[in-house]
């Protein structure tokens, strides 16, 4: 057996430079993991304030298209505030590409300045 092989508790052979990294790996596994559900738990939150403040929206009842504008732009600003404003850090969080993500930040004219998150949300159309 070579110099470079330790072995783990449970009796697993493994590199010095290896088990580095898959230790590192899973607390970032583990961190955005966390991270993900304190963002989960703060929209559904925000989500469930919204729906008890919400007016009666009469016969028009809820548009999809512009619910589910709302709650990615919600999902959208709180990763880029989790980030401070890091659209690379933000997109990996959403798990999207920053290419999907700039266009999304585009098309919602979010904007992150000092931390501060602008949006303006777009107008559905009809089909």
């Not at 070579?2 to 697993?12: H, K």
């Not at 580095?20 to 993991?33: K, T």
């Not at 659209?87 to 290419?99: D, I, N, Y």
């Not at 585009?106 to 931390?115: A, C, D, N, P, W």
Request: glycine share 6%; with cysteine.
């Amino acid at each position: 057996m070579s110099s470079a092989m330790n072995w783990r508790p449970e009796g697993q052979p493994t590199s010095d430079g290896v088990s580095a990294v898959i230790h590192l790996q899973e607390a970032s596994l583990d961190n955005r993991i966390e991270t993900l559900r304190e963002i989960a738990s703060t929209l559904l939150e925000k989500l469930e304030s919204l729906q008890s403040a919400r007016p009666d929206r009469g016969e028009g009842g809820v548009k999809l298209c512009d619910e589910v504008q709302r709650f990615e732009i919600d999902l959208i600003r709180s990763a880029l505030d989790r980030t401070g404003g890091n659209q690379v850090r933000a997109a990996r969080l959403l798990g999207v590409k920053p290419t999907t993500l700039n266009a999304k930040l585009k098309r919602y004219k979010i904007s992150f300045i000092s931390r501060e998150v602008k949006a303006e949300p777009l107008s559905c159309r009809t089909t």
